[in-house]
Nanobody, 114 residues
Framework: VQLQASGGGLVQAGGSLRLSCAASGRTFSRCALAWFRQAPGKERDLVAR???????YYADSGKGRFTISRDNAKNTVSLQMNSLKVEDTAVYYCNAGRLGIDYWGQGTQVTVSS
């Protein structure tokens, strides 16, 4: 599975961004999909995950503000981010996992200004 993330950019606090990740590979629909983020000097943290069956988990950081979704027909996973905060600034990575193997996209920068 190869992943290509897009949609990052510069936005003011309170604004919104939608990240998308396009995947290649026939096993996409059988993967758990997730978005992680990594701020400078910090570890990469889980933001949201959606299972193969559509079960969703949000980390506290994005709960109530972020929405993860997947479209298996289009091989995409998206992250709608609303009410963005300065502390949401990070590089965001999409992830696909299956049978203990993780696949990563290249990351897209999200910068939230005050």
């Amino acid at each position: 599975v190869q992943l290509q993330a897009s949609g990052g950019g510069l936005v003011q606090a309170g604004g919104s961004l939608r990240l998308s990740c396009a995947a290649s590979g026939r096993t996409f629909s059988r993967c758990a999909l997730a978005w992680f983020r990594q701020a400078p000097g910090k570890e990469r943290d889980l933001v949201a995950r959606i299972s193969m069956l559509g079960y969703i988990y949000y980390a506290d950081s994005g709960k109530g503000r972020f929405t993860i979704s997947r479209d298996n027909a289009k091989n995409t996973v998206s992250l709608q981010m609303n009410s963005l905060k300065v502390e949401d600034t990070a590089v965001y990575y999409c992830n696909a996992g299956r049978l203990g193997i993780d696949y990563w996209g290249q990351g897209t920068q999200v910068t939230v200004s005050s």
